[in-house]
């Protein structure tokens, strides 16, 4: 049946493209992949790039730390 189909690739779907963290909150660790590898983000190097913004002035809007790559980005903030 549709309904037990559906069921079978939510159930997929979940277990190989989903993280839930403990607060309950879900992540897609393929979207944020796919995401940082088309620059589809808006990270400061990107941002930055198109103002023109010299590539040391490009810094880390949350932790002001560092230029905001995408290294940077998923050393800090992906917890996969």
Known sequence: ?????????MAHYKA??????ED???????EIHM???TSS??????????AHMPL???ICQMS???IETK??????YCFL
């Open 16 to 21: 190989h493209y989903l993280h839930t963290l």
């Open 41 to 50: 983000h808006q990270l400061e190097i990107e941002v930055g790039r198109s």
């Open 64 to 66: 002001h730390q560092g």
């Open 24 to 30: 309950g909150f879900i992540i897609c660790p393929l």
């Open 1 to 9: 049946s549709p309904t037990t189909s559906l069921g079978r690739k």
């Open 35 to 37: 995401r940082l590898e």
């Open 71 to 76: 290294e940077h980005y998923v050393k800090h």
């Open 56 to 58: 040391e002035e490009r």
